[in-house]
């Protein structure tokens, strides 16, 4: 597995008096963690400090485990999940409290990067310039642009483009989405809230990953164009870039624990 370079940074944006983003970076490069909160201020804040906290930890000890990526990050998920259904018990004032999460490993057992997600925080792949959105986001919207009901023009405007299908903190999660993710030399990653893809399109994103001259200052950019454009929400960005001498293949669908094709 090729060993990246990384930043991140979070930003409350312009109009927001709270910041419920969350992020972590792992120092050793092997993980990437971004995390949107909701359910008003104490709330949002206290579900996405949990679910970084909770997935980091989970990580972390069970890393060299003889486990797959796979099942490493769907029990990462399910335990914040745990986590802040907890929390929700013993603080009442929290109960509708959620967050949303998306991971990017780095496993050196593994051939290539495995992402997961819950919610509608992305993961980006920049390769030869071309920006791939890798995740697909759980919300209404989403499902109904897949099922023709809208169009993505539709949707950048619509009242329910931020009404989630899914989200840590719920009890009725039972399915995350588990995926490899394809990279090859040159290959930028972008972990990022939606703060940040609601002001700025697709292109003006690949814009900055591709001019950037390193991580950190693709993060900078890609958090000051946002604000520029409106900053109405809180805005969190990971930028993971990838050097090496091989494109990695990816392998064939695995089923996760519950069953489902990953």
């Not at 900053?231 to 669908?253: C, K, M, Y």
Request: net charge negative.
């Amino acid at each position: 597995m090729m060993k990246p370079s990384f930043s991140g940074s979070t930003d409350p944006g312009l109009l927001r008096a709270s910041n419920q983003d969350d992020y972590y970076l792992d120092p050793e490069g092997r993980f990437f963690i971004v995390a949107d909160g909701m359910g008003g201020h104490a709330g949002g804040q206290e579900a996405s400090r949990l679910a970084t906290e909770v997935i980091s930890r989970h990580l972390q000890r069970s890393w060299d485990e003889a486990v797959s990526t796979a099942d490493l990050l769907h029990q990462a998920l399910l335990a914040a999940n745990r986590a802040i259904l907890r929390d929700q018990l013993q603080y009442p004032e929290r109960a509708d409290m959620g967050t949303t999460a998306v991971i990017l490993t780095c496993r050196d057992q593994d051939d290539h990067p495995w992402c997961a997600h819950v919610g509608d925080s992305r993961l980006y792949r920049l390769h030869h310039a071309q920006l791939i959105q890798v995740t697909e986001d759980h919300t209404w919207i989403a499902r109904a642009i897949r099922e023709g009901e809208l169009t993505p023009a539709q949707s950048r405007y619509h009242p329910w483009r931020h009404v989630l299908s899914q989200c840590l903190g719920r009890e009725d999660l039972y399915h995350v989405k588990v995926q490899p993710v394809a990279v090859a030399p040159g290959d930028r990653f972008l972990l990022c809230s939606d703060g940040l893809t609601e002001e700025l399109a697709d292109a003006t994103l690949a814009e900055h990953l591709t001019t950037a001259k390193d991580c950190q200052t693709a993060v900078e950019r890609l958090i000051e164009a946002a604000k520029h454009h409106g900053g109405r929400d809180n805005i969190t960005t990971v930028v993971v870039a990838f050097q090496g001498d091989s494109e990695a293949s990816l392998p064939a669908p695995q089923p996760d624990a519950a069953g489902n094709n990953t």
